[in-house]
């Protein structure tokens, strides 16, 4: 295993494939975790799962613009290199790719794109047009530039993970997908790079989504409508979230269930908290 004191820092797609090809040479075999950075323990869970399948830890850490179709939300993203190279190093990462936007995009925006599809265009996708194009796009050039044996993607990213997945099988990319579970804070918020954007007052008010997915979950054995209604109201009192949507989905399809489906299922919420938008999810079961 390539020893090193801290993260060696790489930032151009030349400079990271010539590396890794030595480690391969060397018998390796590597993990990727991509990050938009501004990291938190929930990413640490993924270094930590990836050290346990792949003797090359490789963090990526690249804000992508081409997932932003809000310009604004792009430029107030947070961008913490330095801190998160004291994150990595106490992890143990032995790489950290950094490139800039005119690395990953010298001609700007790719005319060649990888297309998300109908799922793609729902939820989150149809909050954020493009979201998921974008999200794919980068995410397929990363793995070609690091080919790690092993990619990890959080659950908390539901929509992204199933997508994820459904690229790499549909291209038969050689890499396994690995979910890393949620982490949470000790009242159940979902661990966020945007949770520091919440004032006091909003940061208070975004438990009710944890608390919506639980009372979901608790109703979930009377059905569609009543696990919904159940989750719609626990959210129907707190006047700083405004709900984009609270949806039960397919885990194969990521579809809308039917009425009257029994089976595992996902619980998917969305907010917005001022101008910060959370999400959220739970695997549960119908019926």
Known sequence: MTVAKRPIVIETIRGMREALAAERA???????????????DGHLAHVQR????????VVSIFVNPTQFPDAADLAKYPRTLDADLLVLDAAGVHYVFAPSVEEMYPGGPTQTTVTAGTVGRLFEGASRPGHFDGVLTVVTKLLDI?????????????????????????????VRIEAIETVRESDGLALSSRNQFLDANQRRAARTLSVALEAVSSSADRGLDAALAAGQGALMGESLV???????VHPQTFMPVDDDYRGAAVVIVAAQLGSTRLIDNESIYLG
């Open 146 to 174: 690091v080919t790690p044996n092993v990619a990890t993607f959080g659950q908390k990213d539901a929509q992204q993970l199933f997508l994820v997945r459904r690229m790499v099988g549909d291209l038969n990319l050689p």
């Open 26 to 40: 060397a018998g390796h075999s590597i993990a990727l975790t991509p990050t938009l950075g501004a990291l938190h």
């Open 50 to 57: 990836a050290a346990e399948l792949a003797d090359v830890l």
């Open 242 to 248: 405004q709900l984009d949507y609270l949806k039960i």
